[in-house]
């Protein structure tokens, strides 16, 4: 189709409520800024041709650089947010060379792509002002004072969200002709006598305030494994799939690696996937002799397939031997680069019970923290 739309992010505010030392567009979470996180989903709009950034007035260099590498060949431009929201989206209207305009809340930094094709869509068959919108879905109250003075029908309301289209020559005109600052751009335009339709919005389009806003599920999984010394001599040790010089190898249908092995199910048991029997068998030749990197890899892939990332992994590894200490920094160094995440080992003993005490092989048990990825509702 044909490039006639603009997308304006309002990305000015100071971030005050959500206790932040910087701009709360610039404030990061799970490795992007907010502002990344809100050009993601923006900068795939259908039709789009130009993305104009409202930025805080000191820093507008780094907004700039951000931009640039998130928009890839859209055109772009930051401009100077003034004091209100209202100045703010003023000026960036004043750059705005497309047909229609959406204005979005960088805040709302989640909201997919598919929100602002239905609100483009909605201006480009009708040309009225269009508001994506979601159900009220509590119950509501009138109040006066501290007496509730009666129960509103919400069958007739709705909650407002962004981005919010016009066609760009209205909406000048109706910026224009403003008297009063407005909470959102449909207020103005109907305050000026413009009729506006909605379409549905989605609840991952909600705005990032306070520092709870960012917060997100965690879930934790534990996992065990054990095996035994081998009796064939030239197999060599694997643990945390790091190669432990001079110590006997482990059975196993792969390399033996009880460390990694356990971390795997901590992953996978923390995620609700199963564990590392249903997701590598052994009835499945491509894994005899893998490396245990082979395994964490692949449990990484599957979480972020669907939408967890490691927060941290715990382990300890029981056993008379081998000797941890000497192996511990390079152990928890592989596995961290590899996990991406913090991996800490222990070791502890059995006091001397069981086949562990009696040096017939290793067992290791893993705890592990994974959080929702909220980068990834951008869809």
């Known amino acids: 189709m044909t490039p006639d739309l603009a997308v304006v992010l309002v990305a000015g505010g100071l971030g005050l409520r959500l206790g932040a030392d910087k701009p709360k567009a610039l404030v ?42 998130a928009v890839g060949d859209v055109q772009y431009v930051v401009v100077a947010g003034g004091g209100t929201r209202q100045q703010s989206i003023a000026n960036a209207l004043a750059v ?32 009225m002002g269009t508001v994506p919108v979601l159900e009220v879905v509590d119950t509501i109250k009138r109040v006066e004072g501290e007496q509730v003075l009666e129960t509103v029908d919400r069958s007739q309301l709705r909650r407002a969200q962004t981005p919010q289209g016009f066609m760009t020559a209205a909406l000048l005109a109706g ?63 694997y643990l945390g799939t790091v190669l432990w010089e001079g110590e006997r190898g482990l059975d196993g249908h792969s390399d033996g690696d009880a ?18 029997g249903s997701n590598f068998g052994v009835n499945r030749p491509e894994f005899s002799g893998a490396n245990g990197s082979v395994f964490l890899a692949e449990t990484i892939r599957l979480l972020d397939a669907a939408g967890w990332q490691v927060g941290n992994v715990s382990a300890q590894i029981i056993g008379n031997r081998p000797k941890v200490a000497p192996h511990r920094g390079k152990v928890e160094t592989a596995l961290t680069a590899l996990i991406g995440a913090p991996v800490t080992i222990g070791a502890t003993t059995t006091d001397g019970l069981g086949f562990l005490g009696n040096g017939e092989g290793v067992a290791a048990v893993a705890t592990a923290l994974i959080k929702r990825r909220l980068d990834r509702l951008e869809s």
């Not at 709009?45 to 507008?60: D, E, M």
């Not at 403003?178 to 909600?206: C, N």
């Not at 460390?259 to 590392?276: E, F, K, Q, Y």
């Open 175 to 237: 910026y224009a002709g403003a008297t009063s600052d407005f909470t959102d751009d449909a207020a103005l335009m109907q305050a000026a006598g413009a009729s506006i339709r909605f379409v549905e919005g989605d609840v991952k389009a909600y705005k990032i305030t306070t520092a709870e806003d960012l917060e997100t599920e965690t879930r934790t999984g534990v996992g065990t494994d054990t095996h035994r010394f081998t009796e064939d001599s030239a197999k060599p040790l």
């Open 28 to 69: 990061e979470f799970s490795g992007k800024t907010i502002l990344e996180h809100a050009l993601s989903g923006a900068s795939r709009a259908r039709g789009l041709s130009q993305i104009v950034v409202a930025a805080p007035a000191g820093h507008l260099e780094q907004v700039s650089r951000l931009v640039a590498e």
């Open 96 to 127: 705005v060379t497309a047909q229609i305009v959406l204005v979005h809340d960088a805040a709302r930094a989640f909201t997919p792509a598919a929100v602002f094709d239905r609100v483009a869509d909605s201006v480009r068959e009708t040309g």
């Open 259 to 276: 460390l990694s092995h356990a971390i795997v199910d901590a992953l996978l048991s923390a995620a609700g996937l199963g564990d590392i």
